[in-house]
């Protein structure tokens, strides 16, 4: 089992900036994926940034690409999604996510496991 917690999400002005936390416990991430997806009122849930938590490789949704960049700190096992440049369409709940190495980030349904989201809203 792999449990996940959210943290860091708030409101912020559009152009602003801001860091989500996702903390994780349980097994060894060696063989997995993380990945933040999010998802808006009236809208399915949508894949933003994935990266391999051993390796390191990185993943963007084209919408965030250049604004937003996934990280973690093997020590502290801590995924981050820090946000610059931010609009009033990043507005979502942002679900940290982690499902196995091999797979689609895309597809939804291949998340094994699922953190309980953070509300981000970032006003215009």
């Known amino acids: 089992q792999v449990q996940l917690v959210e943290s860091g999400g708030g409101v912020v002005q559009a152009g602003g900036s801001l860091r989500v936390s996702c903390a994780v416990s349980g097994r060894t991430l060696n063989y997995y994926a993380m990945a933040w997806l999010r998802q808006a009122p009236g809208k399915e849930r949508e894949f933003v940034a994935g990266i391999i938590w051993s390796g390191g490789d990185t993943y963007y949704a084209d919408s965030v690409k250049g604004r937003f960049t996934i990280s973690r700190d093997n020590a502290k096992n801590t995924l981050f999604l820090q946000m610059n440049s931010l609009k009033p369409e990043d507005t979502a709940v942002y679900y940290c996510?982690?499902?196995?190495?091999?797979?689609?980030?895309?597809?939804?349904?291949?998340?094994?496991?699922w953190g309980q989201g953070t509300q981000v809203t970032v006003s215009s």
């Open positions: 996510a982690a499902r196995s190495i091999d797979g689609n980030y895309y597809r939804v349904h291949e998340y094994l496991y």
